[in-house]
T-cell receptor
Framework: AQTVTQSQPEMSVQEAETVTLSCTYDTSESDYYLFWYKQPPSRQMILVIRQEAYKQQNATENRFSVNFQKAAKSFSLKISDSQLGDAAMYFC???????????FGKGTKLSVKP | EAQVTQNPRYLITVTGKKLTVTCSQNMNHEYMSWYRQDPGLGLRQIYYSMNVEVTDKGDVPEGYKVSRKEKRNFPLILESPSPNQTSLYFCASNRGQGTEAFFGQGTRLTVV
């Protein structure tokens, strides 16, 4: 069975600095998709970034980028120029190419210090 | 506006009293899912549906039922709620297997 592991329950970053959240996953599939979701205190789940496993190029969305290492089964999220509004719970998620279910990690709570 | 709508947002109920949490999406998505979120456990999938009349169990289906009679609606039914079903519940929909999931606002359920 596939698993997703986020080894950092909590992280802290100074405003305007860069922080990296780690995520590793375990799968025997070759076709799959990876996601980072943000959950602010409003508890709304917001997609941050998406990566297809067959694409070697790392996805980027403005200040958010990923370091996707397929062989190592690693999918870390880098947040550059951190802002107070980035403070939230971040979840890494996996979906297999033939699966209907989305598997989440346990989350990393990110605090941003002014 | 494209959205997934859950109701109610908050619910307090007593053990054994049947309840339904509704979920509706207006994006014509084939896939719909239910998750529960508990502290320290992340989100765990309860049930999912890949199309009308097609449903399948997720990781924690015990104590829950779902139905998918129409494409837009995917209600979650708790026939006899118990305190261990106290949780934050999310409904989500997506267009295809690899696409992003759009989430509802969440339903905070407390069973006493």
């Amino acid at each position: 069975a596939q698993t997703v592991t986020q080894s950092q329950p909590e992280m802290s970053v100074q405003e305007a600095e860069t922080v990296t959240l780690s995520c590793t996953y375990d799968t025997s599939e070759s076709d799959y998709y990876l996601f980072w979701y943000k959950q602010p205190p409003s508890r709304q789940m917001i997609l941050v970034i998406r990566q297809e496993a067959y694409k070697q190029q790392n996805a980027t969305e403005n200040r958010f980028s990923v370091n996707f290492q397929k062989a190592a089964k690693s999918f870390s999220l880098k947040i550059s120029d951190s802002q107070l509004g980035d403070a939230a719970m971040y979840f890494c998620a996996y979906r297999g190419g033939s699966q209907g279910n989305l598997i989440f990690g346990k989350g990393t709570k990110l605090s941003v210090k002014p | 506006e494209a959205q997934v709508t859950q109701n109610p947002r908050y619910l307090i109920t007593v053990t054994g009293k049947k309840l339904t949490v509704t979920c509706s999406q207006n994006m014509n998505h084939e896939y719909m899912s239910w998750y529960r979120q508990d502290p320290g456990l992340g989100l765990r999938q309860i049930y999912y549906s890949m199309n009308v009349e097609v449903t399948d169990k997720g990781d924690v289906p015990e104590g829950y039922k779902v139905s998918r009679k129409e494409k837009r609606n995917f209600p979650l039914i708790l026939e006899s709620p118990s305190p261990n079903q106290t949780s934050l519940y999310f409904c989500a929909s997506n267009r295809g297997q690899g696409t992003e999931a759009f989430f509802g606002q969440g339903t905070r359920l407390t069973v006493v």
